[in-house]
């Protein structure tokens, strides 16, 4: 016993001293290309930018994995790994745990007898699809169909006919025309059921292959993402791919963010962390069983993007135990769970009854026909006689059999499919086609499907000249910001809502210092892409939603005379990081502090660049001055300038409640005069913030620091291998640095509805079709746009539910009330925070209990 403990313990100090273990050179703050940045250096062999890539799958035959000799310890460890049911709790563990379970060894890797060994129990990191059908497969699934087979059973009885038959040249225009009928249409059919499952097959080939693992104690950056195993190392950086589900155990930035939209609807990122994470309680006091996937903070999940940070995991979950491999398993079954179509339940019934009617109309007539089997015509041949009338009764049936249905309805439905894919839809089986016609619900995804997936500034606070003079009532402005996506072209900013005649933003310097915010602190970028011409963002959704926010406020007048000569779309915010700032070092996002900043120096001597502060006559103090200023008069109340000279000026952007707090300034928009900001206004700022994220908007608020620690100004005007001060240098500082903050204004953010997608559902409505929007989202941003887009009347909260709630209690009497509550007299719903498999039953649900055809629309695998 004591042996094992030590043993254990052992293991436990050599696996946690790995985590504190820098596999980076270079740790630390370090200046480099006008900025800083924690561990810029990266443990890559090779490895692009970006080029993570996953879950593509691959044929055995063109992509081997190398098998090495495979000993007995190594098997034993990876057939005692947890199991796929115990990793899903992964995000439960703590990063020594995490270690333990998976047996990782964070500073070396695993060996290529460990691989083996595990990818021989895992498998292959990849998502295994349902077997293609063979062209056979598709051809018979084409007979299924009671009208089509009853044709088959005639053309079969008429050829038969015909061959007994051998002197009547005619005797085969019969089984030749019918099975020329069934041919056509069965090409038809196997011809749109391949062609769309090729295209599938090409969007698969989209996915990335590639990620960053340590093996044998080195970092490969070119490792195919199939060949990752339970327990690997992996290091995710900014534009990568997550691999497979991985448990983050360092951080190598001060954040650490994904885009999890795809996975779980969420239409802003998710910051990571690498804290454990415990479920809510029970009245009862017991944990809850699971934590939705928007909450798992310390899971960085399969096909999800990361937007900011580095970061080190260790692989708990590939393939098909993943996530995404989760939701491919539902795909798969969905596949396998196959319902007939309301026409082709229609078209076995009308079958069924014709096969009835039409069998005992030949059995009648051939009945009737008996006494004259030895007719004289026969020459007294019976046998010969009963041929005939049986060819006649056959015949009979044929005649009343109306064979260019199946056709008719194959090139109707052929009509529709091209018509279709005009449209840009691909249509696997014809029959869905007609389905659409019969939908009597359609449940939509929010995100990127009813939403443009392309978060864009709102709305804008800005303080007005009322508010900021001494004594005076507090007035805060609003202007709406026009548009949808990352074209700056596409809307405006509004005028004022208090003063429609104020629109000249070239006079509102808070404004102005406003759009500076938005171009340096800022990572993110706009290009163009390639295929459809279209601006699409790189990097932070909310960072790319201010770069657009900075190009509509525009050009200042002292910028234009030396304005770049780049795109128009970039060309505002090119000017300020390019001509009026340089960026010297970045204070990266925190959750503690809930914010980030840039300290910069200014490119320029022009005056516009150089801040002045009102000191008031009264008791109040005055903000942050130096000793050498300048003074001028303004409304009786003297004015201080920054004075000529190389100064340094630190922007800030992050939520209200925090910067709020720690500004102690506000900026008058039409002189650009600085003063103190009072407990009142303060008060009136956080009111504002509030209802804007009731609307809902995610709020950030901007802010600028003029009046620097002697320090940080020596620092921004030192050369680049100066080293930093410790104020930059110590993250505990940060916050310190990011005080006594002026105030500019709070910018308002959302993913805005389609512009087409409120008619669409006015149209759904009046067909009679109820509509449900089922997403990843909180609550109040899935009731704010299904209010918007006419989902929900009134914003009534009583028809929006908690996807894993909804479905957490097991009983008849719980069936029966989610029955009740779906059904259609009810009408519209809103499901949030809704896991994909919850998709899964709820649709199941409306057709087991309501009998309806519910259609599902997303752009996301989710």
């Known amino acids: 016993m004591v042996p094992q403990v030590l043993k254990r313990y052992t293991l436990l100090l050599l696996v946690v001293g790995g985590v504190s273990g820098e596999p980076l050179k270079g740790k630390g703050l370090r200046k480099k290309g006008g900025g800083i940045f924690l561990a810029t250096s990266q443990p890559l062999s090779g490895g692009k930018s970006g080029s993570t890539r996953l879950l593509s799958r691959q044929s055995t035959s063109t992509a081997t994995i190398d098998q090495p000799y495979i000993d007995s310890e190594a098997m034993r460890i990876a057939v005692k790994l947890p199991s796929a ?3 899903k709790s992964s995000y439960k563990w703590t990063a020594a745990d995490t270690i333990l379970k998976m047996v990782a060894k964070v500073d070396y890797g695993l060996n290529a007898a460990e691989v ?10 990849e998502l295994v699809d349902a077997p293609r059908k063979s062209k056979l497969a598709m051809l018979l699934d084409q007979f299924d169909d009671r009208l089509v087979q009853i044709l088959v059973v005639v053309a079969a009885g008429s050829a038969i006919l015909s061959v007994m038959e051998k002197d009547d040249p005619t005797a085969w225009v019969d089984p030749v025309v019918i099975c020329l009928i069934l041919v056509s249409n069965a090409a038809v059919g196997v011809w749109q059921e391949s062609s769309a499952d090729d295209s599938l097959q090409a969007l698969k080939k989209l996915q990335p292959e590639q990620c960053c693992c340590k093996r044998d104690g080195d970092w490969n950056g070119d490792l195919p993402a199939r060949e990752l195993v339970p327990g690997d190392v992996v290091y995710l950086r900014v534009g990568d791919k997550v691999p497979a589900d991985v448990r983050l155990i360092q951080l190598k930035a001060s954040t650490f963010a994904t885009d999890e939209a795809a996975l779980t609807g969420e239409s802003m990122t998710v910051t990571k962390g690498v804290d454990a994470v415990r479920g809510s309680f029970t009245a009862s006091g017991d944990e809850e069983e699971e934590v939705s996937l928007a909450q798992r903070s310390c899971i960085a999940f399969a096909g999800t993007v990361v937007t900011a940070g580095h970061a080190v995991g260790i692989v708990v979950a590939t393939g098909m135990t993943s996530e995404m491999g989760r939701i491919q398993a539902g795909v798969t079954e969905a596949k396998l769970d196959k319902a007939k179509t309301p026409l082709a339940i229609k078209l076995d019934a009308f079958a069924h009854q014709l096969t009835l009617v039409i069998g005992a109309v030949c059995a009648g007539t051939f009945a009737a026909s008996v006494p004259r089997f030895s007719s004289a015509i026969f020459k007294g041949n019976a046998m010969r006689g009963a041929l005939h009338y049986a060819k006649s009764s056959v015949a009979l049936g044929v005649a009343a059999i109306p064979e260019g249905l199946p056709a008719v309805i194959t090139l109707c439905l052929s009509l529709g499919t091209r018509r279709m894919a005009q449209r840009r839809v691909i249509v696997r089986r014809l029959p869905s086609v007609e389905t659409l016609g019969c939908t009597t619900v359609i449940c939509s995804d929010k995100t990127g499907t009813l939403t443009t997936n392309q978060m864009t500034v709102a709305s804008v606070l800005t303080p007005t000249a009322a508010s900021s003079k001494l004594h005076r009532p507090v007035h805060i402005a609003e202007r709406r910001i026009t548009g949808i996506g990352y074209d700056p072209s596409d809307g405006r900013v509004e005028p004022r809502l208090d003063d429609p005649s104020i629109l000249d933003l070239a006079q509102d310097l808070a404004a102005r210092d406003m759009a500076a915010v938005c171009a340096l602190c800022n990572d993110a970028k706009l290009q163009e892409d390639p295929t459809t011409g279209s601006l699409i963002r790189v990097g932070e959704p909310t960072e790319a939603a201010l770069s657009v926010l900075c190009e509509k406020f525009g050009l200042p007048e002292f910028l234009k005379a030396d304005a770049p ?4 779309w970039r060309k505002a915010t090119t000017a300020w990081t390019s001509h009026a700032y340089e960026r010297v070092a970045t204070l990266e996002f925190d959750r503690a502090r809930k914010s980030m900043s840039v300290l910069t120096r200014p490119r320029t001597d022009s005056t516009e660049l150089k801040p002045k502060y009102l000191v008031p006559s009264t008791d109040e103090g005055t903000v942050a001055t130096r000793s050498d200023t300048q003074e001028e008069a303004t409304n009786n109340q003297p004015v201080i300038t920054i004075p000529n000279g190389p100064t340094a000026r630190l922007f800030v952007k992050g939520a209200p409640d925090s910067v709020l707090r720690r500004c102690i300034a506000i900026r008058d928009p039409e002189t650009g005069i600085t003063r103190l900001l009072t407990d009142e206004e303060r008060a009136a700022w956080e009111v504002a913030c509030a209802h804007l994220a009731a609307r809902p908007l995610r709020c950030l ?6 009046e620097l620690p002697e320090e940080l100004i020596a620092y921004a005007h030192a050369g680049p291998h100066a080293p930093p001060p410790i104020s930059l240098a110590n993250p505990n500082l940060h916050e310190a640095v990011e005080s006594g903050l002026t105030l500019l204004g709070v910018v308002g953010i959302r993913d805005p509805p389609r512009p087409d997608a409120k008619d669409a559902i006015a149209r759904c409505e009046k067909a009679g079709i109820r509509v449900y ?24 909260p009583s028809r929006a539910f908690q996807g894993d709630a909804f479905f957490r209690e097991h009983s008849e009497r719980a069936d029966t009330i989610r029955a009740q509550l779906l059904s259609p007299d009810n009408g519209n719903a809103v499901f949030y925070r809704t896991a994909p498999e919850d998709k899964q039953r709820i649709i199941k649900l409306l057709h087991e209990k309501h009998n309806d055809v519910t259609a599902m629309t997303g752009d996301g695998v989710n």
Do not use: F, H, Q
């Open 85 to 87: 049911t115990e990793t």
């Open 116 to 125: 083996a060994a595990r990818r021989s129990v895992w498998g292959a990191n």
């Open 565 to 568: 000569s780049v795109e128009p």
């Open 701 to 706: 608020a901007l802010a600028v620091r003029d």
């Open 773 to 796: 929007m089922i997403t990843g989202d909180s609550r109040e941003t899935a009731i704010a746009i299904a209010s918007e887009l006419g989902i929900l009347k009134n914003a009534d």
